[in-house]
């Protein structure tokens, strides 16, 4: 059973900056999905076993940094240059799978067989 532990989010203005964490039970590829208020769930980035692939959607690209510290088994999502777009639920993904990959996690749009954190809100104000 793998558990995730997501904490970070809060209030931040436009232009601002917001670091989230996803404290995990061992070591995956993982990634960060997020819903908007009457948005479908949407990819937000990944990052493989050992750290050195990451993917990212495209609204993101260039203001957010996905990393981890495989010491402390835990992942960050670095976001600046926040925009009230970028206002959702955040949650963290860990494929256990011995196939898993991040880019799997990408592909999949949030349909494969994950385990998910219980999401953290992220509110920009403008």
């Known amino acids: 059973q793998v558990q995730l532990v997501e904490s970070g989010g809060g209030l931040v203005q436009a232009g601002g900056s917001l670091r989230l964490s996803c404290a995990a039970s061992?070591?995956?590829?993982m990634g960060w999905f997020r819903q908007g208020p009457g948005k479908e769930r949407e990819f937000v980035a990944a990052?493989?076993?050992?750290?050195?692939?990451?993917h990212y959607a495209n609204s993101v690209k260039g203001r957010f940094t996905i990393f981890r510290d495989n010491v402390m088994n835990t992942m960050y999502l670095q976001m600046s240059s926040l925009n009230p777009g970028d206002t959702a639920v955040y949650y963290c993904?860990?494929?256990?799978?011995?196939?898993?990959?991040?880019?799997?996690?990408?592909?999949?749009?949030?349909?494969?067989?994950?385990?998910w954190g219980q999401g953290t809100q992220v509110t920009v104000s403008s």
């Open positions: 990052i493989s076993y050992g750290g050195l692939t990451t």
């Open positions: 061992g070591r995956y590829p």
């Open positions: 993904v860990a494929d256990s799978r011995t196939t898993g990959t991040a880019v799997g996690i990408r592909d999949a749009g949030g349909g494969g067989p994950y385990y």
